[in-house]
């Protein structure tokens, strides 16, 4: 059930290219889900994936793809902790602040745009975006730029890129165990 969705939404992060990335799965049974979750938390742990519901909902699950420790490094880069501070996030330890996240996603139904910071989005883009009101970027791929333009469209060729081969790899009978770069 969740491996068309891994290879679809998150292939960087399988690649080792990303932090992490999320999906929205469509699940009527939550014992289910549970399971499926459970399973490939145990298969991926060696690699060094980790895979989290943020939310649920009577129909569907956020599903949080990532790789814990490239998750440390971004909570611990260079203004983070400050930003963060803002939306509640007391400290940048990655299990506390995963927690802080899914309790700002339970708080409201409005989506709290400091989850660009767990997808290894670029502090400014994240700052832009919310200043901004998602408007005025200056291009736009998997997330809004505001600031590094051209490294970003780099980071979007790439991520294309590596989802394409990840694609036609697993159409051609490669698992998920063998597409996971381990970290």
């Not at 129909?59 to 990532?66: E, Q």
């Not at 990655?94 to 927690?99: M, N, Q, S």
């Not at 009101?133 to 469209?153: F, P």
């Amino acid at each position: 059930m969740l491996e068309k969705y891994l290879i679809e939404h998150c292939s960087p992060t399988l690649a080792s290219l990303k932090t992490a990335n999320l999906f929205n799965l469509t699940s009527s049974s939550e014992a289910e889900l549970e399971e499926q979750i459970d399973l490939w938390n145990q298969q991926l742990k060696e690699k060094g994936i980790t895979l989290l519901v943020l939310r649920r909902t009577q129909k569907s699950a956020l599903v949080y793809v990532c790789r814990l420790s490239y998750l440390q490094a971004d909570l611990n880069r260079a203004g983070v902790a400050d930003f963060l501070r803002r939306y509640g996030y007391e400290c940048n330890e990655v299990h506390y602040a995963l927690r802080r996240l899914k309790a700002r996603l339970q708080e409201s139904e409005e989506f709290p745009h400091e989850i660009g910071i767990f997808l290894s989005y670029p502090l400014g883009d994240v700052i832009g975006f919310i200043e901004n009101a998602g408007k005025n970027s200056k291009c736009t791929g998997c997330w809004k730029v505001y600031c590094n333009e051209c490294e970003a469209v780099r980071l979007f060729e790439r991520f294309k890129k590596c989802h394409n081969i990840y694609k036609r790899l697993w159409q051609e009978g490669r698992s998920i165990m063998q597409l996971t770069v381990a970290a």
